[in-house]
């Protein structure tokens, strides 16, 4: 049977790379995002926004009608404001933030209810930033933890209808994103290597490492597995120490 995926937030980065793993490995794959992903041969794609009632309307009919079913969904799209601390950061920055990586996932979900079988897996893109704070990056790190305890709280609430749900918590991955930011420091170089610092195997992680994880938990495979929040991270979380500096 074929396995019907959708992934968000799919047009780049590490939804792409989750996109392009599922198929791969001979998947059906609707992606969705805010820009239209670039076309995987054979697979399905909707340009929405998950955080609009009329985005997510669009996705759930684009699902139904071209994969009737969905196996597994990955909640991966994200929105980061630029960095802003506690004192800092805007309503409408904190609001959109949450909007996207917090409530959109949830109200994804109850939108999607009905084509999820049972045996059907969510998976949660949240970040090493939800199972701690970056100092000055209050909406993002807030959202991220929310979503950590939302996959918990999912998992125990659609257990009863067969489902599971599970998150990944990557560290520092090397996307546009992340290869930007750090292009566009003073010191790139230096830049580089606090990043890789900050992981145990002194070194960046790539997007197809969090795909490998995220296939695994959405598969057979890990079919006893609900309700973990599995980092991809190198180690990052397995010291009290980052970049040798306390936290
Ligand atoms: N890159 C990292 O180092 C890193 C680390 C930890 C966690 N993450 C998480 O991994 C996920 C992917 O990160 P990335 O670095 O690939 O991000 P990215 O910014 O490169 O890509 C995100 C994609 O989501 C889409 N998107 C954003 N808002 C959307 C919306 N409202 N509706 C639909 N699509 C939307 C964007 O258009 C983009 O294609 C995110 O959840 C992010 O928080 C990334």
């Not at 933030?97 to 009905?114: Q, S």
């Not at 949660?124 to 790190?141: D, I, P």
Request: proline share 5%; with cysteine.
């Amino acid at each position: 049977m074929t396995l019907n995926v959708m992934v968000t937030g799919a047009a780049r980065g590490i939804g792409r790379a989750i996109a392009e793993l599922y198929a791969e490995r001979g998947a059906r794959v609707l992606s969705a995002d805010l820009n239209l992903p670039p076309l995987l041969k054979g697979q399905e794609r909707v340009k929405a926004d998950v955080a609009s009632r009329a985005g997510r309307a669009r996705i759930v009919a684009a699902a139904r009608d071209k994969l009737g079913r969905v196996d597994v969904l990955v909640n991966n799209a994200a929105y980061q404001e630029a960095h802003g601390s506690v004192l800092e950061v805007s309503e409408a920055g904190w609001q959109r933030t949450l909007d996207v990586n917090l409530t959109a996932p949830l109200l994804l979900v109850r939108a999607l209810i009905e084509l999820l079988p049972p045996g059907g897996a969510v998976v949660n893109v949240a970040s090493v930033q939800g199972l701690f704070a970056e100092q000055g990056n209050a909406a993002y790190t807030s959202s991220k933890g929310g979503l950590v305890n939302l996959t918990r709280a999912m998992c125990l609430d659609l257990a009863p209808r067969g489902l599971r749900v599970n998150a990944v918590a990557p560290g520092a991955i090397s996307t546009e994103g992340l290869r930007a930011a750090i292009d566009a420091s003073d010191d790139p170089d230096q830049t580089r290597r606090d990043y890789e610092d900050l992981h145990a195997l002194r070194r960046i992680g790539t997007p197809r490492e969090v795909a490998q994880a995220v296939y695994f938990l959405g598969s057979p495979e890990a079919s006893f597995i609900t309700g973990v929040i599995l980092p991809i991270d190198g180690g990052m979380t397995a010291s009290f120490m980052m970049a040798g500096r306390p936290v």
